[in-house]
């Protein structure tokens, strides 16, 4: 007998042995006359048909309380605090907290407006998770830095502004560059491009950045070998605490004074400050440092982090 023959009368019958007497499927199978196979197949047909309708308390996945201490304590224009589980591991973090955060971050967004997009592990999993609120398209995106290296990966910023252009149904423009160049000359010969200058001016006027929070020693261009020993020296005696957007920045979140400034290609600093929204996406708690840098020189307004991640926040501030 095809599945879609059997009576509501039988499928009400198995959902009651199973849902509300709580038999084992084996009892459940025995006492219907089907096969223990069949009985997880007509459990799944009494769903669909309506039989059987599964509710589930609501559940809340921020933390108000510390939303409100950071957005009052360290003067965030918004603040989402996710509660995850203890133990997990950094990849299920990131899972976790995007997972919870990403309709929150959708609507941050400027639904016709031009928004900046940086890479990064976390952002990966944010755009994964996120779909564009009802009428919302349109949207602008441009790659906020250059990029990393020749082999463009899953959480670069060409691959996620390209998903999250998509999804909103909107346009993407592509900075096509390195993010970090040879020598200041280099940079300065593409930036007089057309192609690449346009994309700039667009970073210039844009009304939201979305953008992760690195480390010196746990950022992206250490990780992909684009950042010489020289170079780490060199940022370590001027101070640094933070990288947004390939850039570096000190502990009150002005750029490093260092002659890797003058080979970056990204979003400026003033573009994060002058724009309406600038949301940092971070989890884990090894960033807080670099994080209030950020937020003292003004480089971000809203944040989106874990609960663990918060407290580490508020302890250090």
Same mark, same amino acid.
């Given at each position: ?68 201490? =950071?957005?009052?304590?360290?003067? /965030?224009?918004? *603040?989402?605090?996710?509660? @995850?589980?203890? +133990? &997990?591991?950094? %990849? ?82 592509? =900075?096509?560059?390195?993010?970090? /160049?040879?020598? *200041?000359?280099?940079?300065? @010969?593409?930036? +007089? &491009?057309?192609? %690449? ?99 003292? +020189? ?20």
């Amino acid at each position: 007998m095809a599945e879609d023959q059997y009576s509501d009368e039988m499928l009400l019958q198995i959902a009651r042995l199973y849902y509300v007497d709580g038999l084992p499927q084996t009892n459940v199978a025995r006492l219907a006359n089907v096969s223990q196979a069949k009985v997880s197949r007509l459990l799944a047909k009494a769903r669909e048909r309506g039989i059987v309708r599964i509710t589930v308390a609501e559940y809340n996945p921020r933390d108000h309380e510390l939303e409100i201490e =950071l957005e009052s304590r360290l003067g /965030l224009r918004q *603040a989402v605090v996710v509660k @995850t589980a203890k +133990g &997990l591991n950094a %990849v299920e973090l990131r899972q976790s907290l995007t997972h919870f955060a990403a309709p929150w971050v959708a609507r941050w967004l400027p639904p016709h407006g031009t928004v900046a997009i940086a890479g990064g592990r976390t952002m990966q999993w944010l755009i994964h998770n996120m779909t564009a609120p009802p009428g919302a398209e349109g949207m602008t995106v441009v790659q906020a830095m250059g990029n990393i290296d020749a082999s463009v990966g899953p959480y670069d910023a060409l691959e996620l502004g390209r998903v999250l252009a998509k999804r909103w149904c909107g346009r993407f423009f592509i =900075l096509n560059t390195p993010a970090l /160049l040879p020598d *200041a000359k280099t940079r300065r @010969t593409l930036l +007089g &491009l057309e192609s %690449v200058c346009s994309v700039v001016e667009r970073l210039h006027g844009a009304e939201a950045a979305l953008v992760g929070v690195g480390t010196l020693h746990n950022s992206v261009f250490m990780e992909r070998g684009v950042l010489t020993d020289k170079d780490t020296e060199r940022l370590t005696k001027a101070g640094a605490v933070g990288e947004i957007c390939g850039r570096f920045y000190n502990r009150n979140g002005d750029e490093c004074q260092t002659p890797y400034r003058e080979r970056v290609i990204s979003i400026e600093f003033d573009d994060l400050r002058h724009a309406e929204e600038s949301i940092a996406v971070v989890s884990g708690s090894d960033r807080t440092e670099a994080i209030l840098g950020a937020l003292r +020189g003004g480089l971000i307004k809203s944040l989106v982090i874990d609960r663990a991640g918060a407290v580490a926040l508020l302890e250090a501030n």
